[in-house]
Each structure stands twice: as structure tokens, then as C-alpha cells.
């Protein structure tokens, strides 16, 4: 037989609310604004350099998100990898230095 004593009813909502309590304290903590208190990584949304991106070669610099998408999709389906990034000139498209003859070929062409 199992009995159950009063302080065992206290227990847990005590315990429960005491959890919930730590939850938000951690959330407040991970997700503050304050310098240096949080975790959680912030995106910067500033055009970077053009030449802020290593390896990679700028082949072209549109005005608009639309035209480098459809600049990055005509090389990728000629096999030439290649992505896009906004910089301070617009949006940029970028390629590896061994495709980057081919790219500025194909987009000399089209």
C-alpha cells in the first residue's frame, strides 16, 4: 500500500514553479541585449567589403537580390560553383579562382 503525505502535494508545484522560474531567468540571460550576455550569435547587416570574402573571386556586382540569384543559378547550371553577397557596390557574385575565367566568360556572352 502506497500513502501519500500532505507535504508531498507541497512538494512538487513548489518545484515546478521554482523550474519554471529558472527557465525564464536563462532565457532573459541567453537572449539579453546587454554587451557580453548573450549566447546567441547576432547577424551583422551591413554591406561588407568586396574583398572581404577570402578565396573567392568577384566575377559581377548587380544592383538587386533577383538579378545575382539568377547570375548564381546561370553559372551553377554550367557547373560553375558560385554564390552571391551583398557588398557595399550591390550584390556581388563570387566564384572560385580556378572557375573564375569560365564565369567571366559565360556572363561576357550572355
Known amino acids: 500500500m502506497v500513502s ?11 518545484l515546478a514553479i521554482a523550474l519554471a522560474g529558472l527557465m525564464v531567468l536563462l532565457c532573459r540571460w541567453a537572449f539579453s541585449k546587454a554587451k ?3 549566447l546567441v550569435r547576432r ?3 551591413r554591406p561588407a567589403e568586396r ?5 573567392l573571386s568577384d566575377v559581377r556586382t548587380v544592383r538587386t537580390y533577383n538579378e545575382a540569384r539568377v547570375t548564381v543559378s546561370t553559372l551553377k547550371d554550367f ?3 558560385a554564390t552571391a553577397a551583398r557588398t557595399k557596390d ?4 563570387y ?3 580556378q572557375d573564375e575565367a569560365a564565369a567571366r ?3 561576357d556572352a550572355s
Not at 501519500?4 to 513548489?14: G, I, K
Request: proline share 6%; glycine share 18%.
Open 4 to 14: 501519500v503525505f500532505a507535504d508531498q502535494y507541497f512538494v512538487f508545484p513548489v
Open 51 to 55: 574583398d572581404a570574402f577570402g578565396l
Open 90 to 93: 550591390g550584390w556581388t557574385v
Open 43 to 45: 547577424v551583422d547587416d
Open 79 to 81: 557547373g560553375i560553383k
Open 95 to 97: 566564384v572560385w579562382p
Open 105 to 107: 566568360g559565360l556572363l
Open 36 to 38: 557580453g550576455g548573450s
